[in-house]
């Protein structure tokens, strides 16, 4: 059975990436390919290792039905780039930070999360970045999980001809 993995990444690996992962779990399982797409989030910084998602993101997750409790901030490592097919970033910092320690030819491996929302999503056409909520209000919490919802769904579009192929 062919699989695919990715790895959202941001900045702290406690707002956005681990509200990207808890998004994509449930429109992988909701999709029945949850066996195939393999799922984990990544922060490039260092200060949350350990730490669950911000409660902001945790609330504002609940309340569209997805689970983020049992996640925990963990730091992006260069051996992540030979476990993961795809490193999905959520802003351009976190593109840069990602090429820094990328070891030689894994440079494709890294995306920005946008790019999978469908071009025809007039919401998102010309949106490169998941902006940081963590400095912001409620809205930026709930910005985020719109983009992840529109992106994820693309995502999923995108890798499924390769699962069956
Ligand atoms: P994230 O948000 O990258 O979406 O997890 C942030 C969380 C924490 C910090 C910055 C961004 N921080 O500076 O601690």
Redesign the pocket.
């Given at each position: 059975m062919k699989t695919v993995s990715v790895c959202f990444v941001?900045?702290?690996?406690?707002?956005?990436?681990?509200t990207a992962e808890g998004v994509m779990r449930h429109l992988v399982d909701e999709a029945k390919l949850a066996e195939r797409i393999l799922i984990d989030s990544a922060?490039t910084?260092d200060?949350?290792i350990g730490a669950p998602p911000?409660q902001r993101a945790q609330q504002a997750a609940t309340q569209r039905g997805y689970e983020l409790a049992a996640l925990r901030g963990r730091q992006i490592a260069a051996t992540d780039f030979e476990r993961f097919d795809l490193l999905i970033a959520?802003d351009d910092k976190n593109v840069a930070a990602l090429r820094q320690m990328c070891p030689p030819g894994q440079r494709d491996k890294i995306r920005l999360l946008m790019e999978f929302a469908p071009q025809t999503d007039s919401r998102w056409s010309g949106t490169r970045e998941v902006t940081?909520?963590?400095?912001g209000g409620a809205e930026g919490f709930e910005q985020?999980l719109d983009q992840c919802e529109a992106a994820c769904r693309g995502l999923i579009a995108a890798l499924r001809p390769q699962l069956f192929t």
């Open positions: 941001c900045l702290g690996n406690i707002c956005r990436s681990p922060g910084g200060w949350h911000d959520m940081d909520p963590y400095f985020v």
